[in-house]
């Protein structure tokens, strides 16, 4: 017998590599020591005074079932890096590399090429390095055409630097940053209320509105944080505001959120409608338009919203910090 009639094709993999190794090479700052091929990746530092590693692991959740569903590859490998880089700026780590782990019952060269070379749009666009990555085929574990994709990020932040939330105190500011979409969490929920992918949704076939990237904030907050202190950053993904924002108030202070000034996406005020879903459990579960939030000292809030607007962001202010026994009340 041979590895190929267990179905494991090796052949398949070396081509894999192949497809990916330039847009890979193309992530590398001078920092990438070696490329593909070796055992481990090796990755230079630089001049740090007092440097503190910042890590972050995550996957794409089964928003990767409507990719899969309708054979679009290209946008859930930005998903994929987003869900880590993301997490790691709310402590004002700069990202430097990434690594991916794709998995699947039987290797497709071309789907995953496109899995990864959305990966490496991602680190392109945020000048982080793509430095390796494993693909495993294990047929009898995944069905054949299934995949799943998960990244391990590390970014990197002076000690005396780090944003954990202990700088906040009452009456500082909660501003919003603007999210694509539902970005990569809540979708066993949404493919059950949104089943046909294909129907038309504002001109378009609802999977691209679906399948929209997750947003990268790297360039908004590592820009923002030139020009302002911020005493706090949150990524807003799964549990949605309710559950993000209290993971960064110091105990005895609450956020005061305003429920009448987030902007709701049209598809989500759309989800819903069509499937009766009380308001308690759309903000428990999505972002609700508000991908990441910044809290800030009241008075450097106009500064920060004009910094955001110079950055290309429309955000805008939610809420407050108060004393209080409550971590969070939307009201």
Not at 69 to 79: E, L, Q, S
Not at 223 to 246: D, F, Q, S
Not at 253 to 282: F, H, T
Request: hydrophobic share 40%.
């Amino acid at each position: 017998m041979k590895y190929s009639d267990a179905g494991v094709n090796k052949e398949e993999g070396y081509e894999t590599v192949s497809k990916i190794k330039d847009v890979v090479a193309a992530t590398h700052s001078p920092n990438v020591l070696n490329g593909i091929g070796s055992f481990g990746a090796f990755y230079e530092l630089g001049k740090y005074n007092n440097p503190v590693l910042v890590s972050g692991t995550d996957g794409v959740g089964t928003k990767l079932r409507i990719a899969l569903d309708v054979k679009k590859y290209d946008t859930v490998g930005i998903d994929c890096f987003a869900m880590c880089a993301n997490d790691i700026l709310c402590h004002g780590a700069k990202p430097l590399f990434f690594l991916d782990y794709l998995a699947c019952g039987k290797l497709d060269s071309d789907v995953a090429a496109e899995i990864v070379g959305g990966i490496a749009k991602a680190c392109k666009e945020t000048g982080t390095s793509l430095i390796g990555g494993e693909t495993a085929e294990m047929p009898g574990m995944y069905q054949i055409g299934d995949y799943d994709v998960a990244g391990f990020c590390v970014g990197i932040v002076e000690k005396d630097e780090i944003i954990d939330g202990s700088k906040i105190k009452e009456g500082d500011a909660i501003i919003a940053i603007p999210a694509s979409g539902f970005h990569s969490n809540g979708f066993s929920l949404i493919r059950k209320v949104f089943t046909d992918f294909h129907e038309t949704w504002n001109g378009k076939p609802m999977y691209e509105t679906l399948l929209e990237p997750t947003k990268l904030y790297g360039k908004t907050i590592l820009g923002l944080m030139e020009e302002v202190e911020l005493h706090g950053i949150a990524h807003i993904t799964g549990g949605g505001l309710i559950e993000n924002v209290p993971r960064i108030l110091p105990k005895g202070l609450g956020a005061n959120i305003k429920k009448s000034e987030i902007r709701v996406p049209e598809i989500m005020q759309e989800l819903q409608k069509r499937a009766n879903i009380s308001q308690d459990e759309m903000f428990g579960t999505f972002n609700m338009g508000v991908g990441m939030v910044v809290v800030v000292p009241q008075d450097k809030v106009d500064t920060t919203l004009a910094k955001l607007k110079d950055l290309g962001e429309e955000a805008y202010e939610i809420g407050s910090i108060v004393k209080s026994d409550k971590e969070i009340e939307l009201v």
